[in-house]
């Protein structure tokens, strides 16, 4: 590992005045309206405060708006919660919000009339910064001569129990420029989450998106001074959940409590006296929300700073599902006494904050100095920060979308991640397929979920289910049921069919609209995937990653026989006995669900190809010969047709085009010449587990070529384009994929092609950090800009945000280890103890 450069949280992504707004507001990607449906306008996010399964979103305005809570995506959009987790500051007799979000543009229908006399000042966006390397934040802001950083420190990188409480810090570092003595109260406000009133949003839709209203009653608010802080416990009658705000007792700083702010009257329930404590404590009446504040009074000397830090704590013990299944947060465990735990969690915090801002720091810049000190970046710096802040960006992803997270009674972890929360189904393996992110940091947690997948091979659920169109609509399930004789000829696999094929790998292991995220079933009925021909390949290949990383042999040995029972399963997939499992004819048969393919196509091909090469390199782990001339026997004679996809010919446009033609059926002769990106994600695969690639260096090259300057478009590269460059019939084919642009900057980068890799990562990073995706990556967007129904002008338009599947960024900074042992050891292939140890150096 090189040696560790020390990453300051601005270096890796800044941005100030008008360019908050130009990215998060004139430039912000908006959704695009697929016809029959349209996701969520994700809430623009610049940090996560809090733990895995329960943490709260910060906006571009250093705002609350969102509650991450056991998979419930649960939006804060009133005003008076918005505000109310805004930090304002009296410099003097001068008093500002610590936000640029100002009450008056802002008042709504729902708001107190003349909102703006019920809060101070907004700070103007000239006087702001923001500086994001997640999970870490700082936002600064220039009030003449003092200077304050608010500056978010998460346990999420600290490498023990911390990282699943849900707790933060806010360190708040006040400079004074001047040369005069400046009087200082600092007031740091919040809302009380605990017991919010929960709506589903869309309850006819697949999502798990709710708004919220605060509770009007119930509120049980205590300030408490105990081992050294001071703050306040906010509580409910009404629930067990609580949430504190704390301070350490600092020499020099005045402290003082307000237990209970109406939150339509935060000014005037947080007046300040001239010392700096609240002139008048309240207490609650019904029929009025509540938050809690702490003040902080201290004199600045000349030049002097000061850093106070604040304590942020979310103790919310149990998930809670829409079943009515209830699981206790890891966390508990780790406390004696349920009634001092709240404040105890808020101790823990502020002990050992500036540990986590070390190690995450620390990790950050290994990180960094992996990329930097490659070939492709060693004269290049701009362009490792830009990689380092794509790939710390989807650190956000277990925070955001863990949907449980358990301990059981032998000590051993469960955690379930959402999809995103728009379709909310519970790791589908499709997906989860293509990120390393939790193999890196967690990696019990991988083998767990990798374990389901292996054990649902064998599960078998005879009880039929509507699928597809009949799943979504009840009109459709009615006509179904009323005219049986128009579906007598039809096939009904896509109509109503088995939920579970024996042999199938599922697709998922739940969604959260159909009950708690740890009942291990497949609900994915949008089309029948018992059928789908890429899941077990998928899981092959996920399984040879898996050991390889870890050196858990045992994992396999335990798991064999059952993957080999899949592999003979998925052969009765090949219908027409070529060999590839090609699943019917006709019908969907891979991830990729709205792209119409025949015969053999590139991707399942390849996919496939893969799956059988991590059966030969199991099979000689396990030293099962029988097994192994098996799989090579297949690998053989798919190799023999794949060649049949070489298409090797000049475009309309005089342009020579070399790649895998998307699909050719040998029986009619019909090719689809479209260029698929993803004809070598397979290949990918291989490399960034140390196996060695099925396709020559040279035959890569060319296709990447192709693909290059075939598939650009305004938004990066989409995933096909027809030969002469055009865009394809499909919806889904003309889409540039977040993904798929991460998988084919790192080919690029590793068979030489480094200038045009840059490229591609400039495109993505330009999705995510100038169109407002920060910590909220899209899946796919459209190619180039539209203009829908409603809208002024044309813009960027994305399908689906806060996605796992862009979490294969990391894979860059494997590949590139990868590629460099190569060279050092003359060798293609590269054994488990030199994978395990890169994992370890970086995270340790």
């Known amino acids: 590992m090189p040696r560790a450069s020390t990453l300051k949280i601005s270096d890796v992504f800044r941005i100030s005045g008008v360019q908050i707004s130009g990215i998060y507001e004139k430039n912000k990607m908006k959704v695009h309206f697929q016809g029959m449906s349209k996701t969520l306008q994700f809430p623009h996010t610049i940090a996560l405060q809090g733990a895995p399964t329960c943490s709260i979103g910060i906006?571009?305005?250093?705002?609350?708006?969102?509650?991450?809570?056991?998979?419930?995506?649960?939006?804060?959009?009133?005003?008076?919660?918005?505000?109310?987790?805004?930090?304002?500051?009296r410099i003097g007799d001068k008093f500002n919000m610590l936000t640029t979000r100002n009450p008056t543009m802002v008042e709504g229908p729902d708001d107190v009339p003349a909102l703006r006399n019920y809060y101070h000042p907004a700070v103007s966006e000239k006087q702001a910064s923001i500086s994001i390397a997640t999970p870490l934040l700082e936002m600064a802001y220039k009030l003449g001569k003092v200077t304050v950083t608010r500056r978010l420190v998460s346990p999420f990188l600290s490498g023990d129990n911390h990282a699943l409480i849900p707790i933060g810090v806010e360190e708040y570092e006040v400079k004074n420029t001047?040369?005069?003595?400046?009087?200082?109260?600092?007031?740091?406000?919040?809302?009380?989450?605990?017991?919010?009133?929960?709506?589903?949003?869309?309850?006819?839709?697949?999502?798990?998106?709710?708004?919220?209203?605060?509770?009007?009653?119930g509120h049980v608010h205590e300030d408490f001074k105990s081992a050294g802080i001071r703050g306040v416990v906010m509580a409910s009658k009404e629930a067990r959940d609580r949430m504190v705000?704390?301070?350490?007792?600092?020499?020099?700083?005045?402290?003082?409590?307000?237990?209970?702010?109406?939150?339509?009257?935060?000014?005037?329930?947080?007046?300040?006296?001239?010392?700096?404590?609240?002139?008048?404590?309240?207490?609650?009446?019904?029929?009025?929300?509540?938050?809690?504040?702490?003040?902080?009074?201290?004199?600045?000397?000349?030049?002097?700073?000061?850093?106070?830090?604040v304590a942020v704590v979310l103790d919310f013990p149990q998930q809670r599902y829409i079943d009515g299944k209830k699981f206790d947060r890891k966390y508990i465990k780790s406390f004696k006494d349920k009634e001092t735990r709240a404040v105890?969690?808020?101790?823990?915090?502020?002990?050992?904050?500036?540990?986590?801002?070390?190690?995450?720091?620390?990790?950050?810049?290994?990180?960094?100095?992996?990329?930097?000190?490659?070939?492709?970046?060693?004269?290049?710096?701009?362009?490792?920060?830009?990689?380092?802040?794509?790939?710390?960006?989807?650190?956000?992803?277990?925070?955001?979308?863990?949907?449980?997270?358990?301990?059981?009674?032998?000590?051993?972890?469960?955690?379930?991640?959402?999809?995103?929360?728009?379709?909310?189904?519970?790791?589908?393996?499709?997906?989860?397929?293509?990120?390393?992110?939790?193999?890196?940091?967690?990696?019990?947690?991988?083998?767990?979920?990798?374990?389901?997948?292996?054990?649902?091979?064998?599960?078998?659920?005879?009880?039929?289910?509507?699928?597809?169109?009949?799943?979504?609509?009840?009109?459709?399930?009615?006509?179904?049921?009323?005219?049986?004789?128009?579906?007598?000829?039809?096939?009904?696999?896509q109509i109503k069919d088995a939920v579970k094929v024996k042999g199938a790998v599922s697709h998922d292991v739940g969604a959260l609209p159909k009950g708690h995220a740890l009942r291990n079933v497949s609900d994915y009925a949008w089309y029948n995937d018992n059928y789908w021909v890429d899941l077990f390949p998928k899981l092959a290949t996920r399984v040879l990653r898996n050991v390889k990383f870890t050196g858990n042999i045992d994992f396999l040995r335990k798991n064999w026989k059952t993957l080999k029972f899949g592999f003979e399963h998925l052969k009765e997939l090949d219908i027409d006995g070529d060999g590839i499992p090609e699943g019917n004819p006709g019908e969907v048969k891979n991830t990729f669900d709205n792209l119409t393919l025949f015969g053999v196509d590139a991707y399942d091909a390849t996919i496939f190809m893969a799956g059988c090469r991590a059966m030969i390199r199991m099979a000689e782990m396990m030293k099962d010969k029988p097994a192994g001339k098996q799989y090579e026997e297949h690998f053989e004679k798919v190799s023999a047709i794949l060649e049949k996809l070489w298409r090797d010919e000049k475009n309309s446009k005089g342009q020579r085009l070399q790649y895998y033609v998307t699909c050719y059926d040998s029986d009619t002769g019909q090719t689809n010449t479209d260029t698929w990106i993803n004809q070598l994600d397979a290949v990918w695969a291989l490399i960034a587990m140390g196996e060695e690639p099925f396709i020559s260096d040279e035959r890569a090259k060319k296709i990447l070529k192709t693909i290059y300057k075939n598939n650009r478009t305004l938004m990066g590269w989409a995933m096909c384009r027809t030969e002469d460059g055009g865009p394809v019939e499909s919806e889904q084919g003309q889409d540039v994929y977040t993904t798929s642009n991460y998988v084919f900057a790192q080919l690029l980068d590793y068979y030489g092609l480094v200038k045009e890799s840059k490229e591609v990562y400039k495109a993505m990073d330009k999705v995510i950090f100038q169109h407002a995706n920060s910590l909220i990556s899209p899946d796919n967007l459209r190619a180039e800009w539209e203009q829908e129904a409603g809208e002024s002008a044309p813009g960027p338009h994305y399908i689906v945000a806060a996605y796992p599947r862009p979490g294969a960024v990391m894979t860059q900074i494997v590949m590139q280890r990868i590629k460099e042992l190569q060279k050092r050891k003359g060798a293609t292939t590269i054994d488990s103890k030199s994978l395990k140890s890169f994992v370890t150096t970086l995270m340790k």
């Open 59 to 89: 906006s571009p305005e250093g705002l609350y708006n969102r509650l991450n809570n056991a998979g419930r995506l649960i939006l804060l959009n009133q005003n008076a919660i918005q505000f109310a987790s805004a930090p304002f500051i």
């Open 245 to 309: 705000i704390a301070v350490p007792e600092t020499r020099g700083v005045v402290i003082d409590t307000q237990p209970y702010f109406c939150l339509n009257r935060l000014k005037q329930d947080l007046l300040l006296n001239d010392d700096g404590s609240f002139y008048e404590k309240r207490e609650s009446i019904l029929n009025q929300d509540y938050g809690a504040a702490v003040s902080l009074t201290f004199k600045l000397k000349p030049k002097a700073t000061k850093k106070i830090p």
């Open 344 to 493: 105890d969690m808020a101790k823990i915090a502020l002990d050992n904050f500036p540990k986590w801002l070390r190690r995450t720091l620390t990790i950050q810049s290994r990180i960094f100095d992996q990329i930097k000190t490659s070939p492709s970046y060693k004269n290049d710096k701009a362009g490792a920060l830009r990689l380092t802040r794509l790939i710390l960006n989807e650190f956000s992803f277990p925070l955001s979308n863990a949907a449980v997270w358990i301990e059981d009674k032998n000590g051993n972890e469960t955690a379930r991640f959402l999809e995103c929360f728009d379709y909310a189904y519970i790791d589908p393996s499709d997906v989860d397929w293509y990120s390393m992110v939790l193999l890196i940091l967690f990696p019990d947690i991988e083998k767990e979920l990798c374990q389901s997948f292996i054990n649902s091979i064998e599960r078998e659920n005879t009880h039929e289910r509507y699928y597809h169109l009949h799943a979504s609509f009840v009109e459709a399930r009615k006509h179904f049921e009323d005219y049986p004789e128009e579906y007598e000829d039809l096939s009904l696999i």
């Open 178 to 217: 001047s040369n005069q003595i400046k009087e200082i109260t600092l007031v740091i406000p919040r809302p009380s989450l605990v017991n919010l009133q929960e709506k589903e949003l869309k309850p006819t839709d697949q999502d798990t998106v709710y708004i919220c209203a605060t509770p009007a009653k």
